[in-house]
């Protein structure tokens, strides 16, 4: 029984990588150990209050994280209107 899969022949001339070049400035790394910054603050402090908090932390998540789906939808349909 024939295979059901086309076989690809691929020619290995045509493949060809330059290698990675260096495209973030000074500024946009500084950005992003920022960010990585701010987001291990944030879970080591989600997790300090969670110990005060208890279940009620976990709550107020659910509940923030509602408020930024509605932000978002709505900046969402903002950028349908109005682009």
Do not use: K, Y
């Not at 022949?9 to 290698?19: K, L």
């Not at 950005?31 to 009620?56: D, F, K, R, Y």
Request: hydrophobic share 55%; proline share 5%.
């Amino acid at each position: 029984m024939p295979s059901a899969t086309p076989l690809i022949q691929v020619n290995s001339a045509h493949i060809h990588e330059d290698g990675l070049r260096h495209q973030l400035s000074a500024a946009q790394m500084a950005m992003v150990a920022v960010g990585g910054s701010i987001g291990t603050g944030l879970l080591l402090g989600s997790g300090a209050a969670m110990e005060i908090a208890g279940p009620a932390a976990i709550l107020s998540f659910v509940g923030a994280a509602f408020i930024n789906w509605t932000v978002a939808m709505a900046l969402g349909e903002l950028a349908c209107a109005h682009p």
